[in-house]
């Protein structure tokens, strides 16, 4: 009994030891290779972070750049400008000593020219309904200039003619603008026919035409309901549109009165 009991318990010993000696063994076995494989996967997360440090680096590297370009180009500008700057001012100097100059010799030409002026401006206001604000802002520039004494009354009697002459031409000329009008109580950018400074017709962007007429002491702008006449404006707006210059059209009356 005692004999069996001693050899069971040295088989129960042997069999640890070889476990421990087979388990001992797997285990200093594969520990290199995942050393080895950890080592790996770290070095590669460190060379990927410092790719990535590189790159940020070079933005901010292009960045610095870029503001330094920027920086320099806004110098360059505002120097530029201060340049112009001084340089309207001398010529400012430089004109308001020249009308000094000129004196009392063109004085007597300041009240002709404001009188002109507001003659043509009411000329402008009773005229085509065409780009009116505009062409009466530009002859306000010139009496404004002339009160406040940036120009000679002789500079201003020539601006003056100049805007006239400008005038003249409208008369004679014929073409297709775009301009805004108020049309059944609402303000819509439309396209215009100017035909010299006598007839206005216009088309909607829904393609309806009408025309300008002077009714009641002011300017209306009314629909086209007869067909025929429709058909003789969009003939008119598309020989316009393609430029046509030469060529014989029948239109509608645009003077007076409005479209039945």
Same mark, same amino acid.
């Given at each position: #009994?005692?004999?069996?009991?001693?050899?069971?318990?040295?088989t129960? @010993?042997l069999a640890?030891?070889?476990?421990? @000696?087979?388990?001992?063994?797997?285990?200093?076995?594969?520990?290199?290779a995942? &050393?080895?494989?950890?080592?790996?996967?770290?070095?590669?997360?460190?060379?990927?972070?410092?790719?990535?440090?590189?790159e940020?680096?070079e933005?901010?590297?292009t960045?610095?750049?870029? &503001?330094? #370009?920027?920086k320099?180009?806004?110098?360059?500008?505002?120097?530029?400008?201060?340049?112009? &700057?001084?340089?309207?001012?001398?010529?400012?100097?430089?004109?308001?000593?020249k009308i000094?100059?000129?004196?009392?010799?063109?004085?007597a030409?300041?009240?002709?020219?404001?009188?002109?002026?507001k003659?043509?401006?009411?000329?402008?206001?009773?005229?085509?309904?065409f780009?009116v604000?505009?062409?009466?802002?530009?002859?306000?520039?010139?009496?404004?200039?002339?009160?406040?004494?940036?120009? !000679?009354?002789?500079v +201003?009697?020539?601006?003056?003619?100049?805007f006239?002459?400008?005038?003249?031409?409208?008369?004679?000329?014929?073409? #297709?603008?775009?301009?805004?009008?108020?049309?059944?109580?609402?303000?819509?950018?439309?396209?215009?026919?100017?035909?010299? #400074?006598?007839?206005?017709f216009?088309?909607t962007?829904?393609?309806?035409?009408?025309?300008?007429?002077?009714?009641?002491?002011?300017?209306?702008?009314?629909?086209?309901?007869?067909?025929?006449?429709?058909?003789?404006?969009?003939k &008119?707006?598309?020989?316009?549109?393609?430029?046509?210059r030469?060529?014989?059209? !029948?239109?509608?009356? +645009?003077?007076?009165?409005?479209?039945?």
């Amino acid at each position: #009994m005692y004999k069996q009991t001693k050899k069971a318990w040295l088989t129960t @010993c042997l069999a640890f030891g070889l476990l421990f @000696c087979f388990v001992s063994q797997d285990s200093w076995a594969k520990s290199p290779a995942s &050393l080895a494989a950890e080592l790996a996967r770290l070095r590669s997360e460190v060379e990927a972070l410092s790719s990535r440090l590189e790159e940020r680096k070079e933005q901010v590297r292009t960045q610095l750049r870029t &503001l330094s #370009m920027q920086k320099s180009s806004l110098t360059l500008r505002l120097q530029k400008a201060s340049l112009q &700057l001084k340089q309207l001012k001398k010529r400012k100097e430089a004109l308001q000593k020249k009308i000094q100059a000129s004196g009392k010799t063109g004085e007597a030409l300041r009240p002709v020219v404001q009188k002109s002026a507001k003659q043509i401006k009411i000329l402008l206001k009773q005229g085509l309904p065409f780009r009116v604000k505009e062409r009466i802002a530009a002859l306000d520039k010139i009496t404004q200039q002339l009160k406040a004494k940036l120009l !000679t009354p002789r500079v +201003a009697a020539s601006r003056l003619w100049q805007f006239v002459e400008s005038e003249i031409r409208l008369s004679r000329e014929n073409g #297709m603008y775009s301009q805004v009008i108020e049309l059944n109580g609402k303000r819509q950018l439309v396209q215009i026919a100017r035909l010299g #400074m006598v007839m206005l017709f216009f088309q909607t962007r829904d393609v309806r035409y009408g025309k300008a007429v002077f009714t009641g002491g002011k300017w209306q702008y009314v629909f086209f309901k007869d067909k025929k006449e429709i058909s003789q404006v969009a003939k &008119l707006f598309d020989a316009l549109k393609k430029q046509i210059r030469v060529g014989f059209w !029948t239109i509608p009356s +645009a003077i007076k009165g409005k479209s039945k």
